[in-house]
């Protein structure tokens, strides 16, 4: 199975068990046991979001512009903490052959609590070996910015935005500066409409789409959080 295709559907899985990961906000498990003979919903809505979408790429020159233009985004020192996390990231999707922890395969069907719990356990240790592993190996072309994004009701959400040129992958990430850094329902959908909008502003080629590459991957893993 691709890699990412495989790192994808664990995320699409994660998001509907709601299991708590390295970068996740999910708490608590909700299993839903599955017929061995049910078709995998997965591949379903992959099929689906392939038949939809236009090409419509951007570069990360381009995606950069975006940010600037609109948000006002300004380019900052990445910390350590997350650059280790975002090389860790590009590692698992585009480098996996420097771990040497093997890689579980979920399998063709639906994965029920016992084999989906073993996949997420092998994920996290091949995370933090991904995270230990020295940067310098890889010749990436990192950059980082940020930018404040202020709710109506005077909340103020920062958001930082990395990106890699080679690999061409960005990752968003948002926190709130308010005082007590509580949310409600609204402020979140606000959060994640910017989200999407970023994620959705680098669009796919049609050669992304015919081969199933990262690029789509990654796209339609945003269209599957909106469901």
Not at 47 to 65: G, V
Not at 90 to 108: E, K, R, S, W
Not at 160 to 166: A, L, P, R, T, V
Not at 188 to 211: F, M
Request: aromatic share 10%; glycine share 6%.
């Amino acid at each position: 199975m691709n890699k990412l295709l495989h790192w994808v559907r664990g995320r699409y899985y994660r998001l509907k068990y709601r299991v708590a990961s390295k970068d996740g906000a999910a708490v608590g498990i909700i299993f839903h046991e599955e017929s061995k003979d049910k078709k995998n919903d997965f591949y379903d809505r992959l099929d689906e979001i392939s038949k939809k979408i236009k090409p419509c790429y951007k570069t990360i020159a381009q995606l950069r512009e975006y940010i600037v233009e609109k948000y006002n985004a300004k380019a900052v020192p990445m910390s350590d903490g997350r650059l280790e996390h975002f090389k860790a990231e590009l590692i698992l999707n585009f480098y996996p052959d420097v771990l040497n922890t093997p890689q579980i395969q979920m399998g063709d069907k639906a994965p029920k609590r016992a084999e989906f719990l073993k996949w997420h356990e092998n994920n996290e240790k091949r995370f933090e070996e991904a995270r230990k592993y020295p940067i310098e190996k890889l010749g990436l072309v990192i950059s980082h910015y940020t930018f404040d994004y202020a709710l109506e009701n005077g909340k103020r959400i920062g958001f930082q935005i990395n990106m890699e040129e080679k690999t061409g992958q960005c990752s968003i990430s948002s926190s709130s500066t308010h005082i007590d850094g509580q949310l409600n329902k609204a402020e979140h959908r606000a959060i994640r409409s910017i989200t999407r909008d970023i994620n959705l502003y680098r669009g796919v080629t049609q050669e992304d789409i015919d081969t199933r590459s990262p690029r789509f991957l990654g796209y339609a893993s945003t269209l599957m959080e909106q469901d």
